[in-house]
């Protein structure tokens, strides 16, 4: 049993022993030595917990805390990932963040790679150590589709996405993607059960939508039945976004994205024209 | 399926502008009472603040047939509404991070704060979009012709 397992199983044991969580949401191997996500309560089972394969857990934590009494405390076993998209869905008012306790572990450097994960790490890990995460635009299945020429990306990103069977998986498998009722579901917007895809509504709406609050975690890229790179969909906003505004989703709890309105604030930019409007007239003078 | 092939007429391509009624529509209006000399293709559809136009509409726009999208409102700093008009043109960059993604380039967004509230301005600005969308592929295969997706060629 590896050091990272025993630590987390330690502190599940404590904190359930000390009745400070009322359950702990984790991946639990069963008895027919199948992994999945599990709500347990009692401190017999905290032998099973397992950290791996990949599964996020943050949507199922929204659900058990939706679901549950207004009095219940959980603790959830998961990822760096997870634990920004539980900051984000707190931020954003969907649930009381002070009903969720992160048991945070660290990722390998083979899991790192596997996900192109920039940070590889919960902010407070209690298990593991913090290792350096990848560069996703040194990868060249990314790069390809996120450089060189525009008219043959156009076609190739049309290619990727009208394979699209609209299973709704990505929306599904997001953590982030919690609105009800959902434009996806909307006849206004995208067409209900009509395939082929429409491939802006339906895509970069959902894409769009999550501009500043994906966090990356590649969920919706895995749970895609067809393969397509939805991720990579995602990252040039994540990047600009942390160019311009210095901002990342699900790092700063008290930091609001920039993309949304606050008057508590100044103007977020100058009384300047941004260089990319077009303009008829010379700068004009603040 | 070939793309259908291109007659010499081609039409010119066609816009939507979402016009701020306090700004840019007045540019519009002036620039309709002038009788300027404008293609004919494109279509503005006022609005209280530019801040109000979703990104999602102007998805919604490029995938119903327009060629390019056009944002104007009033100069950052000028907008009547406190603070919203930067909120639209954070919004709308992010907007275009992500046609720039997928390769549709941020070129069919148009985005004008403060300078089309004159019609000389409002004509110069969206004749060169007209101009600048005339050699632009065309997003047929982003749209909901069946046979034009790369799958069923």
């Known amino acids: 049993m590896s050091e990272l397992i025993h630590t987390i199983r330690e502190k599940s044991q404590e904190l359930l022993a000390a009745g400070r969580v009322d359950g702990i949401l984790c991946l639990v191997r069963d008895r027919f030595d199948v992994v999945q996500p599990r709500l347990i309560f009692r401190a017999e089972e905290i032998g099973s917990i397992e950290t791996s394969p990949k599964w996020n857990l943050a949507k ?11 009095s219940f405390r959980l603790a959830v076993v998961c990822r760096g990932c997870d634990e920004r998209a539980l900051l984000e869905l707190a931020k954003r008012n969907q649930f009381d963040a002070t009903r969720i306790t ?7 450097r083979e899991q790192a790679e596997s996900c192109l994960c920039v940070r590889p790490y919960p902010e407070k890990p209690l298990a593991g150590e913090k290792i350096e995460g990848v560069d996703p635009f040194a990868d060249p299945r990314v790069s390809a589709l996120l450089t060189g020429d525009e008219g043959k990306r156009m076609a190739r990103w049309a290619g990727l996405l009208s394979r699209c069977i609209k299973c709704y998986g990505c929306r599904n498998a997001c953590p982030i993607c919690v609105c009800t009722p959902c434009k996806l579901e909307d006849d206004l917007w995208v067409e209900r059960a009509v395939v082929p895809t429409e491939l802006i509504p339906y895509h970069l709406i959902r894409a769009f939508h999550l501009s500043d609050t994906c966090v990356a975690c590649g969920a919706c890229q895995d749970a895609c039945p067809v393969g397509i790179p939805l991720l990579t969909l995602q990252l040039l906003m994540r990047r600009r976004l942390q160019e311009r505004y210095a901002y990342e989703a699900g790092l700063e709890a008290d930091r609001k994205s920039p993309l949304l309105m606050d008057f508590d604030h100044a103007s ?8 990319w409007t077009v303009s ?4 004009h003078e603040r | 399926m070939n793309a259908p092939e291109r007659n010499d007429k081609k039409p010119s391509p066609r816009v939507l502008v979402f016009a701020c009624r306090w700004c840019a529509l007045v540019g519009a209006d002036a620039a309709g009472r002038k009788k300027t000399e404008l293609p004919a293709s494109f279509r503005v559809i006022p609005v209280e603040c530019a801040s109000m ?3 999602d509409s102007v998805l919604r726009a490029l995938a119903s047939g327009a060629d390019g999208v056009a944002v104007m409102g009033c100069h950052l700093g000028g907008c009547r509404f406190n603070d919203a008009n930067h909120v639209a043109v954070k919004r709308m960059e992010a907007l275009g ?4 993604t997928v390769g549709i380039g941020r070129r069919r967004l148009l985005l004008s704060f403060g300078t089309a509230h004159e019609g000389h301005e409002f004509a110069e600005i969206l004749g060169n979009f007209l101009q600048e969308l005339g050699p632009l592929p065309e997003l047929t295969p982003w749209r909901k012709t069946l046979l034009n997706l790369p799958a069923f060629r």
């Open chain 1, 268 to 275: 977020p930019a100058g009384f300047e024209l941004p260089a």
């Open chain 2, 97 to 100: 991070d992500l046609l720039d």
């Open chain 1, 60 to 70: 199922l934590a929204l659900q058990t805390i939706r679901q549950s009494g207004p």
């Open chain 1, 102 to 108: 992160v048991l945070g572990y660290t990722c390998s």
């Open chain 1, 280 to 283: 008829s007239e010379a700068p």
């Open chain 2, 53 to 55: 136009v979703e990104p």
